[in-house]
């Protein structure tokens, strides 16, 4: 049976795909929970007209993740800790930490998105990946010294 999946689909492809399933996988999974439709001809049409639509709303958006990951590679943060002898910091720095260092600056980015590996424990200058979409990353320049 040929579908038009609406949305995607793992091991199946993208919204706007027209594949062929077996009909009672079609008619018990895909159709009832609003996955797909039937591939008639005024399906297609409206399945065509969508992906415009996505396509266009797309290219709007990386416009704007362009501009934003551009800030983001410009962006240096200074954060200062305090440390101990032999120069042994107090505590570490967070995702978090450098979120904070980030919205003073006046960028706005959620904390799941910086890709901090592990909290950096050691002073010195560190390159941070942030990311923008699924596609886009973007790194950012921590310097952590002491007050």
């Not at 709303?57 to 590679?73: C, G, T």
């Not at 003073?104 to 799941?112: A, N, P, Q, W």
Request: aromatic letters at 4%; proline letters at 3%; charged letters at 35%.
């Amino acid at each position: 049976m040929e579908i038009i999946l609406l949305h995607d689909v793992e091991s199946l492809g993208e919204a706007g795909d027209i594949i062929q399933v077996k009909p009672g996988y079609a008619r018990n999974k895909l159709i009832p929970e609003g996955l797909a439709l039937r591939a008639s001809k005024k399906n297609r049409a409206i399945a065509e007209e969508r992906k415009r639509v996505v396509k266009s709303r797309i290219k709007r958006e990386a416009a704007a993740f362009d501009s934003q990951l551009e800030e983001l590679n410009k962006a240096e943060i200074t954060i200062e800790v305090q440390v101990g002898e032999d120069e042994k910091m107090f505590g570490s720095v967070t995702t978090m930490d450098i979120q904070k260092s980030l919205e003073e600056k006046g960028l706005s980015v959620e904390k799941h998105n910086i890709l901090l590996d592990e909290p950096i424990k050691a002073l010195g200058i560190y390159r941070v990946p942030v990311k923008v979409t699924s596609e886009l990353n973007g790194e950012i320049k921590v310097y952590v010294i002491t007050t």
